[in-house]
């Protein structure tokens, strides 16, 4: 286990290892030269039970490679795992993993990691499809999907398979040293056994004073510090030999990494963003056909799109597309032989796929407009068609729920159906620039916004068609006068309600609701701004979006 400063977390991460039972012989606790309390808390942990090993570095590293190192050293047992401060090993993970090990003799054993969002204690798992079904891989070019899983902590490893391979992570201050550890790992082509136990639960605190290395991504060098990185990951399977695993690893970082970081693009500055654009495209540079062939879209897309333009464009059209799940805004061009294009000014970008893309992936585009009331919010939800597609599957109805942001618990849930629109004139003149025409499809429900708890509120789309498909999506919410903008409103039982509609930042609708005298107080404040309001538009500005639907890369050392 490794720490810096994390005084407030070792205690938990040390007695959740502990707590695996006799299986453990030893807790190597790598204190990396912390200033608080971890010091003397690792001392205790070691008085009340001989097997925790606190190591105490005299200087700090500045990264998380050196102490996990310095663990590896010293190390006496044959098997090791990985264990950061501020997360936890679940009951059993030892046990599962250990077991499937010796069954199958395997130097690499492997089991699911779940995030765990805090402090809304909301879990998802970490690249699910590949820990679906157990599994013994006989060599990892057989499965190159093993490259999705770049954690090291998910997995035990045979100590003498470490040290016979040298397998180590980068020294000193290095953000996404997990990167490399993972491809020596791979390129040393072991035997691995996969299970499907949860073996590992790995905290995610965005409100943290200071955010870990990884998850730090305002700063330019986040970035061209996770593509020196994944450079070095490539060049060690490519030195291995193992191509597949390449191929897969530069598709991985065009379906991962590029869209998480394009998506943010339009949060940063200007600065960041040609900086960011010119970096990536250099990168870009060294990637081939084949990667780019491999990759799903939308990474294919974007990649294509930072390619083709010199400089940052359609920033608002690359974080819908990006979002998850995607979605594509009219207006849809075409180049002069009809073919889906990107826009106009970037013909050469092709969106050909979405011709023959299922529908329950198609980035379809739903216009939302929610005008709260005291009684029934009226929502207007307006379908696009794409290239032709939603038209031919015939839109039917729209199941709409209202999800809980933590729980995910749904509050509201009801059907409304589709009605077609007047088919609308094409965005400019130019054949480029649009499809022929652009049909929509409008559904109107009414929604009981008071029987929702306090909170937020996400709103959920399950769009159906005649042909029996289906695509679950978000709405993007119209923006104007009067719109997105927050109602009080008086209900019988529940008094003063603020109802408040906004766009999140993955450009989503959603809703908030407060109760009682924060409504109140904000009712005051509210008017108070109107009233210095010199007739000013105001932006609505986003609110909080926790990221679910895209997991960033894991924050190794809480407090780095």
Known sequence: MIGYNDASHVTDAVRSALAQGPHVREVIAVDDHSTDASPRLLAALAAEDPRVRPVLRRSNSGGCGTPRNDGI????????????????LPPGSVDALLTAAREHGTPVTTGRCVRRELPSGQETDWQPGLYSDAAIIEQPGDRPSLVQDTLCVNKLYRTDFLRRHRIRFPEGRFVYEDFVFTARVLA?????????NPVYVWHVRRDAARLSLSLDRAGIGNWTARIDAHRQAVEILAAAGEQRLTHAARAKFLDHSLCMYARELGER???????????TRAYLSTFDAADFERAPAPGRVIARVVLAAPAPVDLPRIKEVTARPARLLPPYAVDDAGAPVWSRTLPQVPLDHLLVRPMRLLPLAVDAELRPRARASALTLRLHDLYGRVGAAGPVSVDIELRARDSRRTGLRLTASWAPDGVAPAHSPSAREAAPAERSWTAR????????????????LRVRFADGTHRDTTAHPVQGAGRLHPRFVLHARRGLLLL??????SGSLAVRVAPGPSAANLAVRTRLRRLLDTGRARREPPAPDHPVRAPAEPARGAAR
């Open 500 to 505: 408040r509609p906004y766009r999140t930042r």
């Open 445 to 460: 429900a009414e929604l009981d916004l008071a029987r929702l708890a306090t909170g937020l509120w996400d709103l959920r």
């Open 73 to 88: 050293d010293a190390a006496t047992s044959a098997h090791l795992m990985f264990l950061d401060s501020d997360d936890v």
């Open 269 to 279: 500055s200007a600065e960041y963003r040609n900086a960011w654009w010119q970096t």
């Open 188 to 196: 040393a082509a072991p035997r691995i056994a996969l299970i499907t």
